[in-house]
């Protein structure tokens, strides 16, 4: 995914995607007040004050408050943190059931209004650097948590919501098939060049991914390099091609599989955009 800018920061994973330290290098960094030898969780730390900062700047609305934190990625949740943006308000609305404040419909136009807000905020040279000792007590916490191993075991948990929606489907995929797959995690090789492993046949190139590490395992043995992506990650960045499709749990002897084509990539990802307009 590209890196992204003050006005991108709530999109994906938001401000807990993988590579968010690599902000260092761009604009955002010198805007935020972050250093170019900062550690990862010092990066990580100082956006989650600043992003707070700004949220509580442009509104006094503790519900619309509660939903930025969401849309952005701002708390420490396992559940929360590896859904796409998407996937924080469908949860958001499911956590506060009859909550009007809190219904998808509602929530999904509160980052395209206040985004524009925040980086407002943000270029007006209101925000100061993020107090030292908050730094220090956020980066602790967020280091804590992964010396322990905690996002580490989230990486395997299988995702049996997708398989359940995938059984049994024919192709054309179905819409709510789709949707759970932009929510999900995905595992899919790298090879040692860390580029993706992709596999061409008559049709078209495909890149072959399952729904848990272990069926991966199951496919390309041990020791075969692997990294995780949510779906909707997936699909924007295959989509970018014209010529790659993408199959999940290809070797799956139950049904449990979905074969997307370049032009099936391409279509959700024309709704995706049309959705964050």
Request: glycine content about 6%.
């Amino acid at each position: 995914m590209p890196l992204p800018d003050e006005s991108s920061l709530h999109k994906g994973l938001g401000v807990r995607r993988p590579d968010i330290a690599d902000v260092r290098e761009t604009p955002l960094a010198n805007l935020l007040h972050i250093g170019r030898d900062d550690e990862r969780v010092v990066v990580l730390a100082k956006l989650l004050w600043q992003v707070g900062a700004a949220i509580e700047g442009v509104t006094a609305d503790a519900d619309k408050q509660k939903a930025l934190t969401c849309a952005y990625n701002l708390p420490w949740d396992p559940q929360l943190n590896r859904l796409d943006l998407g996937g924080r308000l469908r949860l958001l609305e499911q956590r506060c059931p009859g909550v009007r404040g809190f219904r998808e419909n509602t929530t999904n136009k509160l980052p395209s209004i206040y985004v524009k807000r925040i980086c407002a905020y943000w270029r007006s040279g209101k925000n100061k650097p993020a107090p030292a000792a908050e730094v220090e007590r956020i980066a602790a916490e967020e280091r804590e948590r992964a010396e322990s191993g905690v996002d580490d075991a989230l990486l395997v948990i299988p995702s049996i919501s997708l398989e359940e929606r995938m059984r049994n489907v024919n192709c054309p995929p179905t819409a709510e098939v789709e949707r759970v797959l932009l929510r999900s995690p995905l595992f899919f090789e790298i090879s040692d060049s860390d580029h993706v492993v992709t596999l061409r046949n008559d049709e078209c190139e495909r890149l072959l991914a399952f729904t848990t590490a272990e069926q991966f395992a199951g496919y390309a043995g041990p020791g075969r390099g692997f990294v995780e992506a949510m779906g909707r990650e997936v699909v924007e960045q295959l989509a970018a091609f014209d010529w790659i499709g993408l199959a999940v749990n290809p070797t799956a002897e139950d049904q449990t599989y979905l074969n997307l084509s370049p032009f099936d990539l391409a279509r959700i990802r024309r709704q995706l955009q049309t959705e964050e307009v």
